[in-house]
């Protein structure tokens, strides 16, 4: 029976291992959309990450990319590229931020304004 529980412990701390948590940091402030991404993970963990910021308007449609890599710290966190972009308020647009580890996807997120 402790064997069962020690495996089935073990089995649990190894999948909360690989959860990884992304904020986009996404904020507008007079005219401006500001894009501070974070993640939460393993501490130590190397990754790979990508950043595409779509805004599309009166004035058409720009896109923005930005890719690089992060360790996170002991705490298990890393601040990724910042990027900012003019908006106006009738402008929509879409941050997407996806994170690799070892070329595998792991965490992937994705806001939109409006909804």
Do not use: H, W
């Not at 993640?39 to 779509?54: D, F, K, L, S």
Request: aromatic share 6%; glycine share 12%; hydrophobic share 35%.
């Amino acid at each position: 029976m402790r064997i069962c529980f020690f495996a089935l412990l073990l089995a649990s701390s190894c999948a909360l291992a690989a959860d990884y948590r992304i904020d986009p940091g996404a904020s507008v402030e007079g005219g401006t959309l500001k894009v501070e991404p974070t993640v939460q993970g393993p501490a130590g963990a190397a990754v790979r990450y990508e950043i595409r910021t779509t805004r599309e308007g009166r004035g058409g449609t720009s896109n923005s990319s930005q890719s690089g890599s992060a360790r996170l710290g002991e705490d298990g966190a890393a601040r990724l590229a910042s990027t900012a972009v003019s908006v106006s308020p009738e402008d929509r647009y879409a941050i997407q931020v996806k994170l690799l580890e070892g070329g595998r996807v792991v965490a992937e997120r994705t806001v939109r304004y409006p909804d």
